[in-house]
């Protein structure tokens, strides 16, 4: 029953503003008509159905158009809601459950003699809400995990949000000349932070045959 009301109320107010207009019409009409009928113009209900019946016509197809469109309406309304709702609960959630969030870039030194890398230049922040332990270094392709560097107790970092990382000492590793040969081809840095979390960074290479870049 409430629904039914629901679907005429929408109906009603649907129909108010274009509905008013043609009752003005027809109350004008009607004044003509009855103006006419005064004057003698109109003697017959022939004349006054030939006159009334188009007028008649038009409402009631304006109301069966809104009693027909009204539900359709409510739903669309009611999706629409329910999109608009799931769409903030989601965010609200992803607000909440946002932790840490390290983006940003790392340079990279390659030395092709001594087959070392030294991870330099690192402009990357957190920009979660929440602090992280970075506790390692990833090298990683298109397959998966190259190398996994662990940090000494030394140099793990605590990132706290809106800060940078910024690695206690240079960090300097040498690799086998197949890692080399995959540094060739493209890698990407990973962070990894001491609960496992990994957060790529986006990875500049640079190759030097010079011995000891520092």
């Known amino acids: 029953m409430r629904y039914y009301l629901r679907v005429l109320s929408r109906a009603f107010s649907d129909g108010a503003v274009w509905g008013r207009d043609q009752v003005i019409g027809l109350l004008l009409a009607l004044a003509i008509l009855a103006i006419q009928y005064q004057a003698g113009l109109i003697v017959s209900y022939a004349s006054w159905k030939s006159v009334l ?39 609200a959630e992803a607000e909440l459950n946002a932790g840490a969030t390290i983006r940003g870039r790392c340079h990279i030194w390659v030395d092709r003699v001594e087959r070392c890398i030294t991870f330099d230049d690192w402009g990357c922040s957190n920009h979660g809400r929440e602090a992280c332990q970075i506790s390692s270094v990833v090298l990683a392709n298109s397959s998966g995990v190259l190398e996994l560097f662990e ?33 060739v081809s493209g890698v990407e840095v990973r962070l990894r932070d001491s609960v ?19």
């Open 53 to 91: 019946l188009p007028y008649g016509v038009l409402l009631a197809g304006f109301v069966i158009l809104h009693l027909v469109r009204a539900p359709w309406k409510l739903d669309q309304e009611s999706r629409a809601t329910v999109s608009a709702e799931r769409i903030a609960k989601e965010k």
């Open 151 to 183: 940090l000494d107790d030394d140099q793990v970092t605590t990132v706290n949000p809106r800060e940078q990382f910024r690695p206690k000492r240079q960090l300097r590793r040498c690799v086998s000349e197949e890692r080399m040969a995959d540094l």
């Open 196 to 214: 496992g979390t990994m957060y790529p960074l986006t990875t500049v290479l640079e190759f030097s045959s010079v011995v000891g870049i520092e």
